[in-house]
């Protein structure tokens, strides 16, 4: 079992969506939701740096360009690298109508593809409010795959680009979807999670297509195998609420972690809301970048 350590000390209230980007996978990048701002450490020079959103942002992923694609409330927008700012394509124009609960972007990755797979919740965690989108790489067309979620939460696919796991939160459950061409089909269940572990947030898989669960509430990432279901690994995180998780590194056999600091007892819990770093023993797969 892998233990952990700080990576980066800066409270989130709500950290989020980490990636690994840079040539050698050494600038670690995650939103911090409800503090609406993106933030960065290199882990290679300890370097920092953060911006703010006008909105909750749900996501950040990088673009080839150097830029981000943004899940702010009413976005996703894109952010240059320049800091200037261009809405792309929002849900409301997709689906032809606002919805009557207020919603907002919660995760987001892209896939082998190069297309952009980003899902909503609802900010009163009301049931089947959600849906789970795909916005192909020039960012526009976005297209609605499915409704009836409740906390659309962590997804990535398995080496060869022919799965893609996915979270809804408050289901207990990874479900996993054959990949044919851009599509995705034949959605069912391979592994079903007692409460007591917590609850399924955000994810990645590693090198041996094995995924790697962040529980809200379970103080742990625990590794799923990809063919059983069931746990085979865990690491354990110095606070209840972990969120999410991505390898990085040189030689990608880091993981960086995040977690929710905004309702944590702080006295007991001192690193909730903190990044956090561990070498699991596997290695995993890079980041892929948005953009044409």
Request: aromatic fraction near 8%; proline fraction near 3%; include cysteine.
């Amino acid at each position: 079992m892998a233990k952990t350590e700080v990576f980066d000390s800066r409270f989130n209230l709500l950290g989020e969506g980490p990636t690994a980007t840079g040539a050698k996978n050494e600038l670690i990048t995650w939103v911090d939701i409800h503090g609406k701002a993106v933030k960065w450490r290199n882990a290679l020079t300890g370097e920092t740096g953060e911006f703010l959103t006008d909105e909750h942002v749900g996501f950040q992923i990088a673009t080839k360009s150097g830029g981000h694609i943004l899940g702010t409330v009413n976005g996703p927008i894109l952010r240059a690298a320049d800091g200037s700012t261009k809405t792309l394509i929002t849900r409301e124009i997709c689906d032809g109508y606002n919805p009557k609960q207020i919603v907002r972007w919660n995760d987001a990755k892209v896939g082998p593809t190069g297309d952009l797979f980003l899902g909503t919740m609802a900010y009163d965690f009301n049931p089947n409010v959600g849906a789970f989108y795909q916005m192909n790489s020039t960012g526009t067309h976005l297209r609605r795959l499915f409704g009836d979620v409740t906390i659309s939460n962590g997804m990535d696919w398995n080496t060869a680009g022919t799965l893609m796991y996915y979270a809804d939160t408050v289901l207990k459950r990874l479900d996993v979807f054959d990949v044919v061409e851009r599509d995705i089909i034949n959605r069912r269940t391979l592994a079903h999670f007692d409460e007591s572990l917590g609850l399924p947030d955000g994810l990645c898989t590693d090198a041996n297509d094995n995924i790697w669960i962040a529980f809200h509430g379970g103080g742990a990432i625990r590794c799923i195998d990809h063919t059983s279901g069931k746990i085979i690994d865990q690491v354990e995180i110095p606070c209840p609420d972990v969120t999410s998780c991505v390898f990085g590194g040189e030689n990608l056999d880091q993981m960086f972690i995040t977690s929710y600091g905004e309702i944590a007892d702080r006295q007991t819990y001192p690193e909730a809301g903190m990044i956090h770093v561990a070498t699991p023993g596997v290695k995993g797969k890079k980041t892929n970048l948005f953009g044409a």
